[in-house]
């Protein structure tokens, strides 16, 4: 199982970022697909998630500023508005399998907002 996450870099506050994530190897049309992200000195917290019926959850730090999204071919999508300096952080890509005993994370990637 391969989780590859793209889109993250450098954006002024008040931006905008699209983070990708691709799978592979595994039943992406069972699992619900989260990111979730790590900030230095703290824990890593959900951001967004998506089942596979399409219901979605948000933390309430990103609620009405993003929107996590699906295909039907392996790949999530998080889009980032307003971005503030708080959102700074490694952005991972989290599948959940039915099965509770399973989880899998991508290598994660930077997000970094800062004028």
């Known amino acids: 199982v391969q989780l590859v996450e793209s889109g993250g870099g450098l954006v002024q506050p008040g931006g905008s970022l699209r983070l990708t994530c691709v799978a592979h190897g595994l039943m992406f049309t069972t699992c619900t697909m989260g990111w979730f992200r790590q900030a230095p000195g703290k824990e890593r917290e959900l951001v967004a998630s998506?089942?596979?019926?399409?219901?979605t959850n948000y933390a309430d730090s990103v609620k009405g500023r993003s929107a996590i999204s699906r295909d039907n071919r392996g790949s999530t999508y998080l889009q980032m508005n307003n971005l503030e300096s708080g959102d700074t952080a490694v952005y991972y890509c989290?599948?959940?399998?039915?099965?509770?005993?399973?989880?899998?994370w991508g290598q994660g990637v930077q997000v970094t907002v800062s004028s």
């Open positions: 998506i089942h596979p019926n399409r219901t």
């Open positions: 989290n599948a959940q399998p039915p099965n509770p005993a399973y989880t899998y």
